[in-house]
């Protein structure tokens, strides 16, 4: 049986994100295991693909990255899925996702189970909960981590894939959350507060959520800020959306 005691996972989808100029390997979830791995972490992505092409070049690519691959669950009867992302002169980008692909339909086997109870730390998202089944999976394994576990939810709206009860519900399980400016404001509107700054939203989360320690604000070129049990400090490095900025949470100094 793999050793999970060290193990960081990625949980939610995997797909191809398909540009203008071709494609490559996505999904939030996956890039935070990636990086992990990249920091020398042991690191998994929990998902689903399909029984097709475009799933067995995903395990592979995981694989030749050093990911471990043996949560990567395969579906005899929905495909691999894939985003349609197309990037606007204005600066924002559109994304098209393929509907009913097999990371729609995580199950949370005993196997799934066994690697949660033990893991170092978990990072899961909002967009693979757009459907009941995965959103219920998700749920049920990140119930499932040890009190030590390391519960990052990174809220990465895209529209219209998201309602206010999964982000309470997910925010509910967290020790960490990661936002942007733009989803600090539609937390702000959710939370009744619509004129709420970034800093103020954080504040509001931490005294609504007692479990969580850390909310992390991105905010591209400007860098990022966080709210760290109420003590707010400015962070100088230019995250921006990069995943690499929730695995430093993981890694020991």
């Known amino acids: 049986m793999p050793d999970n005691s060290s193990l960081v996972i990625g949980l939610g989808e995997l797909l191809w994100d398909c540009f203008p100029t071709g494609r490559l390997p996505g999904g ?20 689903r693909v399909g029984t097709d092409a475009l799933g067995e070049e995903l395990i592979a690519f995981l694989a030749s990255k050093g990911l471990r691959t043996d949560l ?4 005899p009867d929905h495909g691999t899925g894939t985003v349609t992302v197309s990037p606007r002169p204005n600066g924002h980008t559109d994304y098209v ?10 199950e949370a086997t005993a196997e799934w189970k066994a690697a949660f109870t033990h893991a ?8 693979a909960q757009r459907g009941p089944i995965s959103r219920g999976a998700i749920h049920s394994c990140v119930r499932a981590t040890g009190p030590e576990c390391l519960v990052v ?5 895209r529209p219209p894939f998201y ?17 942007n400016d733009d ?29 969580l320690e850390l909310v ?10 966080g709210d760290f049990h109420r003590r707010c400090r400015r962070r100088g490095q230019h995250a921006g959306e990069n995943p690499r900025f929730i695995v430093i949470e993981f890694h020991d100094p």
């Open 97 to 106: 996702f393929l509907e009913n692909s097999a990371w729609d339909f995580l």
């Open 163 to 179: 309602h206010a009860d999964w982000i309470w519900d997910s925010l509910a399980l967290a020790r960490i959350v990661k936002l």
């Open 153 to 157: 939810y990174d809220i990465n709206l």
């Open 28 to 47: 939030a979830p996956a890039n935070v295991a990636f990086h992990a791995q990249q920091l020398g972490l042991p690191a998994a992505v929990a998902t």
């Open 183 to 211: 989803e600090s404001g539609i937390l702000a509107g959710m939370l009744a507060a619509p004129a709420a700054t970034p800093m103020e939203v954080a504040e509001l989360l931490l005294e609504r959520f007692p479990k």
């Open 120 to 127: 170092r730390a978990v990072a899961f998202g909002t967009l």
């Open 216 to 225: 992390c604000i991105t905010r591209g070129g400007n860098g990022a800020l």
């Open 72 to 75: 990567v669950q395969r579906d």
